[in-house]
């Protein structure tokens, strides 16, 4: 069984635009008839990542692939990169700016969360070139 | 009863099948076929966009007419607080309670009386600290059924209580029966509605076996009548109907009035379908999970802008501001402890079957999705709507779906024509969005 392959461009500095591609991404697993937890955690990983985007990269890519057993995704992004990963993953550590935190994001939970709802996650990031998060949700 | 009834239907003389409701239905629910609108029943949510919105009004909510109240012996209306904002210049609503027994009605008992016993229900069910968080309100139909359709995970987030309009409905004839004596079945209890999705809930309701209300009429069917009684003055006076609702039940009218009741500030109220819409797909991507309570109204300004009613919801919401300025806050309470059982819905609101879903196996979806897919590259995005879906997206679905054929997209079907003529007139033939402009500068 082939894959569908999804693509969304996330653009930056901009919130209102934030968690359009995952409003999409759910229309499409429901479609597809996921079950309704798989579609939730898939949605709240890629909102996660597009607040993350918006906030810290000037936006970036999501490249979704869908196969009955598994929803991988790459959140893609050109932005400053992470220098300490492990340090990045602790909850309500954060390095969002004053004026992104006044509404109400950058709390230091969006790769906590990201972990907390998928089943694979893993961060390929280089300081001044970008971020790169592979994710699976598997269908069990 | 049957599963699809739908109090929003169509008067085919009057369609001219335009493409106004397809574009304006939340859940994409309607089709052109043959020249007129086709609503397709699993989808329709009775919110009424369609009929707001039709501009050769041949779309309409099937409701009772006042001359079906007399197969009752003893007929009870139920007014919606919103009936009571459609006045102008009254200090409270008692005029309105007196005028509504001349229609034919033996008493009138006020949805807004009920509506503070549901307030103080829900407070104590909120106390109890064990609903799912964000708790969705479940007195708009409209949106209990949005819900059911586009979100039936959300579903389980329902507050698990009657809407203010069912309890009511049960007082009344409770009361009628201890008072006259007579069955159940000889009294007739009738809705003064503001909308649709209401008519639709008695006849069809979800969470309960059997409606406590036995018919409806629209306000904006007897507020005329109404309002030419009150003109007659006292002549007609009724000397023991008095107001018996404060603040909180006439709030209920309007957005906000519902979470104003149950007294948190830790909640939200939002009114019109596209920001109902908004709201739910933020509680799915869990957004608003640390909000304890959540208002929501299909229509704009909350029931006062129900399709039914008169008055502009602005202007209602204004009078009714007016109209319970010096009114005290409640009138009604529960006299007993914790939650009476019929408070409660009987039955938690069962998802229908998947609408969402393009397939029964993930793996034939797949298929379906890909030549949605395909579709989508070759058609123009335009969503004209003239192929009788509202979307090229919802056109390529009803491809998929076996409901549609690739050439009712007349763009896509001209270009095809332009491919295979090998005329002069071949720039013709190329739909005008896509041609060069020569006509104007």
Same mark, same amino acid.
């Given at each position: 069984m082939d894959s569908i392959k999804l693509h969304y461009d996330v653009s930056g500095n901009d919130f209102t635009c934030a968690g359009e591609a995952s409003g999409k991404i759910k229309r499409e697993l429901k479609g597809l008839g996921f079950p309704n937890d798989i579609i939730r955690n898939v949605a709240i990983a890629v909102y996660e990542g597009e607040i993350n985007m918006v906030i810290h990269a000037g936006g970036g890519v999501i490249d979704v692939e869908i196969t009955p057993e598994c929803i991988s995704l790459d959140l893609i992004d050109e932005g400053p990169g992470i220098p300490d990963i492990s340090l990045a993953m602790k909850e309500g550590f954060s390095t969002a700016p004053e004026n992104v935190r006044q509404l109400g994001f950058g709390a230091g939970m969006g790769l906590p969360n990201i972990k907390k709802y998928t089943d694979e996650m893993v961060i390929d990031s280089e300081v001044g070139v970008g971020t790169t998060i592979h994710l699976k949700v598997f269908v069990k | 009863m049957d599963a699809f009834f739908h109090s929003v239907r169509l008067d085919k003389d009057k369609c001219k099948g335009c493409t106004n409701c397809i574009k304006r239905c939340p859940t994409q629910a309607i089709r052109v076929r043959s020249g007129k609108a086709h609503i397709i029943k699993e989808l329709c949510i009775d919110c009424g966009e369609c009929i707001r919105v039709c501009p050769h009004h041949a779309k309409y909510? /099937?409701?009772? /007419?006042? +001359? =079906?109240?007399? =197969?009752?012996?003893?007929?009870?209306? !139920?007014?919606?607080? &919103?009936?009571?904002? =459609?006045?102008?210049?009254?200090?409270?609503?008692?005029p309105i309670l007196r005028a509504i027994p001349l229609l034919g009605f033996d008493a009138v008992f006020e949805v807004a009386a009920a509506a503070e016993l549901i307030s103080e229900a829900t407070r104590r069910l909120m106390k109890e600290n064990k609903l799912k968080k964000p708790v969705i309100s479940s007195a708009c139909p409209a949106v209990v059924r949005l819900i059911r359709v586009c979100?039936?995970?959300?579903?389980?987030?329902? $507050?698990?209580?009657?809407?203010? @309009?069912?309890?009511? &409905?049960?007082?009344?004839?409770?009361?009628?029966?201890?008072?006259?004596? $007579?069955? &159940? /079945?000889?009294?007739?209890v009738f809705f003064i509605s503001p909308c649709p999705a209401k008519i639709t809930s008695f006849k069809n309701p979800l969470g309960m076996q059997k409606s406590n209300v036995d018919g409806a009429v629209g306000i904006n069917d007897i507020y005329p009548v109404l309002l030419k009684i009150m003109e007659k003055g006292d002549k007609y006076d009724i000397p023991d109907a008095e107001q018996n609702s404060g603040i909180i039940g006439m709030s209920w009218a309007t957005s906000g009035g519902e979470v104003s009741g149950i007294l948190n500030e830790n909640s939200l109220a939002a009114d019109g379908i596209e920001n109902c819409m908004n709201i739910l797909e933020e509680i799915e991507t869990g957004?608003? *999970?640390?909000?304890?309570?959540?208002?929501?109204n299909a229509c704009q300004g909350g029931c006062v802008g129900g399709c039914l009613t008169s008055e502009n919801p602005y202007i209602a919401k204004s009078r009714l501001i007016k109209l319970r300025k010096y009114a005290p806050v409640s009138r009604n309470n529960i006299k007993v402890e914790g939650i009476?059982?019929?408070? !409660?819905?009987?039955?938690?609101?069962?998802? #229908? *079957?998947?609408?969402?879903?393009?397939?029964? +196996?993930? +793996?034939?979806?797949?298929?379906?999705?890909?030549?949605?897919?395909?579709?989508?590259?070759?058609?123009?995005?335009? *969503?004209?709507?003239?192929?009788?879906?509202?979307?090229?997206?919802? !056109?390529?679905? *009803?491809? @998929?779906?076996?409901?549609?054929?690739?050439?009712? #997209?007349?763009?896509?079907?001209?270009?095809?024509?332009? =491919?295979l003529e090998n005329s002069d007139d071949f720039e013709s033939l190329i739909p005008a969005p896509f041609r060069e402009n020569t006509e104007q500068n």
């Open positions: - | 909510a /099937s409701r009772d /007419s006042l +001359s =079906q109240i007399v =197969q009752y012996k003893y007929r009870i209306a !139920l007014p919606a607080p &919103a009936l009571y904002a =459609q006045f102008n210049n009254l200090e409270d609503a008692t979100f039936p995970d959300l579903l389980e987030n329902l $507050l698990p209580i009657n809407p203010p @309009v069912e309890e009511a &409905a049960r007082l009344a004839r409770e009361y009628a029966m201890k008072e006259t004596g $007579l069955r &159940a /079945s000889e009294i007739g957004t608003l *999970d640390s909000v304890d309570f959540i208002e929501l009476p059982a019929h408070f !409660l819905k009987e039955s938690p609101i069962e998802p #229908c *079957d998947d609408v969402m879903k393009l397939a029964d +196996s993930v +793996s034939e979806a797949m298929t379906r999705m890909k030549r949605m897919n395909e579709l989508l590259e070759v058609f123009p995005g335009l *969503d004209c709507g003239t192929c009788g879906a509202p979307t090229c997206r919802a !056109l390529a679905e *009803d491809i @998929v779906r076996g409901f549609a054929h690739e050439d009712d #997209c007349v763009f896509r079907m001209k270009q095809n024509l332009a =491919q």
